[in-house]
């Protein structure tokens, strides 16, 4: 599969001059940026959860250190943390370990290394918090619409219903392994139990996570991409079996051996939602 053809580069000022604007536990404040270039032009400044710009931050039990900077390594590339970042094509480029190959269930296409590596097919050192960042400055739009209903009491469904609440972005999410020319969609790394087959392909909703008493959860728990309903990691599916967690499995045959390295790639998705 080809990576997404370029779009138009996203606006990253605010619309008011002083404006604050949280998004899911990070909050973006004109006059005192961290960024460089196109970006730093833009006039935006970055506190993250309380914590002053560039001063090196981390939760417990984290081995990557949160320093909210950005570099330009590129004309439209950038960099923060592990992760790198295309302010034209939105793609967002996480280093990634195959971490599982066979057996199940599997819960997570991707975690931090920290994280619930005993159920999931790849880990990263990325810091959630630092992906977190980079979806909000090319302006994804995180929400869960409908997609945790299954897991709700029927009265309950009912009532959201009536509210309209919106999913977040649809996301492709691909998969390029070291000495790979070609990247393919991650889906294809999962079995489905139900029909012996790998999962169909579809995008992963933005759900955003959720914030408690000011700490972003999936930096905390180190969930990143789900395949078993979690409110606490960044993506979920809005699929069928999206609620059973005995459904899925890894699929030895698009898995490369444990330890190889790869690129992880989010990208606006052709998905409707």
Request: negative net charge; hydrophobic residues 40%.
């Amino acid at each position: 599969m080809k990576i997404l053809a370029q779009t138009s580069i996203p606006s990253l000022k605010p619309s008011k001059s002083d404006r604050l604007l949280d998004w899911t536990g990070i909050i973006f404040h004109q006059n005192q940026f961290c960024f460089p270039g196109p970006l730093a032009a833009a006039g935006l400044a970055l506190v993250i959860l309380g914590w002053p710009c560039g001063k090196p931050s981390s939760f417990a039990g984290e081995k990557e250190k949160i320093v909210p900077a950005v570099k330009k390594i590129g004309a439209t590339r950038y960099r923060l943390g592990a992760v790198e970042f295309d302010a034209r094509t939105r793609q967002i480029f996480i280093p990634v370990v195959v971490n599982k190959r066979e057996g199940g269930p599997m819960e997570y296409i991707l975690v931090h290394e920290t994280g619930k590596v005993h159920e999931s097919i790849f880990a990263t050192k990325a810091s959630p918090l630092n992906i977190q960042i980079i979806l909000k400055l090319l302006k994804y739009h995180s929400g869960e619409g409908d997609v945790f209903d299954s897991l709700l009491p029927e009265s309950e469904r009912n009532r959201k219903k009536e509210k309209s609440e919106v999913r977040g972005d649809s996301t492709e999410v691909l998969i390029l392994m070291e000495g790979e020319t070609e990247p393919h969609v991650v889906s294809e790394t999962i079995l489905d139990a139900e029909t012996s087959k790998p999962m169909t392909e579809e995008g992963w909703i933005y759900t955003g996570s959720e914030v408690d008493k000011g700490h972003f959860m999936a930096q905390i728990e180190g969930s990143i991409i789900a395949v078993y309903l979690d409110k606490l990691a960044m993506f979920n599916m809005a699929r069928e079996g999206a609620d059973n967690d005995e459904r899925w499995g890894a699929n030895p045959d698009s898995i490369s051996e444990i330890g190889k390295r790869g690129t992880l790639i989010l990208q606006p998705s052709n998905h409707a939602k």
